[in-house]
């Protein structure tokens, strides 16, 4: 939704970054990406090295750009916020870097080690599943991914608010991932219907499941499974994949319980 910065935006935002030692970015960010490393190689003119760097850390690290509070994690603890009140971008930079690499259709950043000769099961095509996927071919395993939906994604492309994933990114972002070679996407296949754990962990090397978090919780009132009644996560995906916006069917009526950013 918000415009990504241009290349003088970016160079101006980086140049603010202290690139402290010990920096607290690093340590606020759940996936550990050099976060002063990556800015530097903005400043300096080099924002597709400053992607490999995220990419290293978090191989999803365009959603991440998009979707993560990083208002509360990285740019909180950034010590800007002493000096000035205000922090450095950090968010908008990352998206600035792998945007920009992945715009310039270059050969995946990452190369294949020697193949192992093992072949391991993954199941769930989410941001837990395709990042185990992707490093685990790095490594020079093949993967196959079992994913219960007709897309891959996970809650980026069913579960994320449309503003934040514009332009289809989620799907871009995958086959960016796949980009470099070795993973095999088996769709509609549902865990404990059609594939289980002992088949696969008969056929395989190894078994990752990450079949996600996407339960909702119920308030435990009768009708809370009436026609008209909807929880969150069932709600962004019924409108993330209804195209045009304005088929999906809502309520004259409406009656929304609780007060979160959903």
């Known amino acids: 939704l918000h415009p990504a910065y241009s290349t003088l935006q970016a160079m101006a935002e980086s140049n603010r970054c202290l690139y402290c030692y010990d920096a607290p970015c690093v340590t606020a960010c759940p996936t550990s990406i050099d976060i002063p490393s990556f800015i530097r190689k903005i400043s300096t003119g080099n924002p597709d090295g400053a992607a490999k760097t995220i990419l290293s850390a978090n191989i999803m690290g365009g959603t991440c750009a998009r979707a993560c509070p990083t208002e509360v994690l990285c740019e909180e603890a950034c010590v800007r916020n002493v000096a000035e009140d205000t922090a450095v971008e950090i968010g908008s930079l990352q998206r600035y870097a792998v945007d920009h690499l992945m715009a310039r259709d270059l050969p995946h950043p990452f190369k294949r080690a020697p193949k192992t000769g093992k072949t391991i099961a993954v199941v769930g095509a989410g941001p837990a599943g395709l990042s185990c996927a992707h490093r685990a071919a790095m490594l020079g395993h093949d993967v196959v991914v079992f994913e219960a939906k007709p897309k891959p994604g996970g809650l980026n492309e069913y579960g994320l608010a449309a503003y934040k994933m514009t332009n289809d990114f989620a799907q871009r972002e995958v086959e960016f991932l796949l980009g470099i070679g070795g993973i095999e996407i088996e769709y509609n296949k549902v865990l404990g219907k059609d594939i289980n754990v002992a088949d696969l ?22 009708g809370e499974d009436f026609p008209g009644v909807d929880d969150a996560i069932n709600f962004i995906e019924k409108l993330r ?22």
């Open 201 to 222: 962990k008969a056929k395989y090397d190894a078994v990752f499941v990450g079949v996600g978090l996407g339960s909702t919780n119920d308030l435990g009132l009768k």
């Open 241 to 262: 994949q209804t195209e045009p916006k304005s088929d999906m069917p809502v309520g004259n009526n409406v009656i929304v319980i609780g007060g979160g950013n959903t």
